[in-house]
């Protein structure tokens, strides 16, 4: 029997190579089909890469159109920070000692205070050449796991979600544009940033009828930190993951106040849909990380990331394979109590 589900992907710089990880084990299970695929920024070309890789090869092709995405990925390095300086360190300890060098808080600095329209004709976007090289012909076709990226419109400050034809390597861009770093992209004369301010990812466009109850929600940044940041860094990273979680947060709870309405009996059932959301994520490690190897997608770290996203999925598969289709496994009453 075959297992529909929906993907949920948040985006986060380097640290959606968890979600590579994840969408990797994923594709071990031949009865575990993907119907539906919402991401933001990295989940946008995750999910672009595991679509386009699907209709060209199956499971198979989508492990390598992901495989060829962060390698290429990997390769960019970091507009502000030089790739040597990762060394053999371990994710965490990358962390540490990118935040505390010199050459990342002098780059730090300089990109709070000088636009990146300050660059003239020197300005380019790091993504282009690989946001260039996918295949849209499979990316936008009507077969496959139907693909929403989701970008924030600069003059309304709405969430703009782009689905079929509407997904090129400009709304990819789009997706992905944190605009201390990149200037907005224009698509139709409108102007668009990071889709992490107003959905991250949107989960609105996963409740259509014909797509299966389950939203399977890749989360990479953690929702909960029990220490109070206190160093520049932290703070400004923490504001980071609150801002990039609050949008995901509002659509859960709308989610678990539909849930309850239809269990109180006060909505008849078929007037709204029945959500059933399940979470993959790694908030230790997460918590590990910051900021600064988000920007940083060397080959080790990302290396590092795949490996925890497929542990954390395989350990939901055992635990939760059974709910998929069924019931829940995220106990979103205790969430927002």
Known sequence: MTIRINLALQGGGAHGAFTWGVLDRLLDEPDIEVAGISGTSAGALNGAAFKSGWLKGGRDGARENLDWLWGR???VGDMRMPAWMAGPLMPGAISSALEHSLHYN???????????????PFYRNPLT??????????????????LFVGATNVHTGKIRVFTGHEISTRSLLASACLPTLFQAVEIDGAHYWDGGYTGNPALFPLFSHDLPADIVVVNINPLERTEVPRSPQEIQNRINEIS?????????????FVQRLLCEGQLPEGRMKRVLVHM???DV?????????????TPHVLGRLKEAGRARADAFIDAHKDDLNKNGTTDLDAMFS
Not at 106 to 120: E, K, T
């Open 106 to 120: 002098m780059a730090d600095a300089v990109s709070r205070m000088v636009s990146p329209y300050a660059y003239g």
């Open 129 to 146: 050449g690989i946001a260039d090289e996918f295949d849209y012909d499979t990316v936008c076709a009507t077969a496959g796991p139907r």
């Open 280 to 282: 993959i994520a790694d």
């Open 285 to 297: 490690l997460m918590r590990e990380l910051s900021v600064a190897t988000k920007l940083m997608p």
């Open 244 to 256: 990039f979680n609050s949008s995901l947060l509002r659509e859960l709870r709308a989610i678990a």
């Open 73 to 75: 990925l990997g390769a």
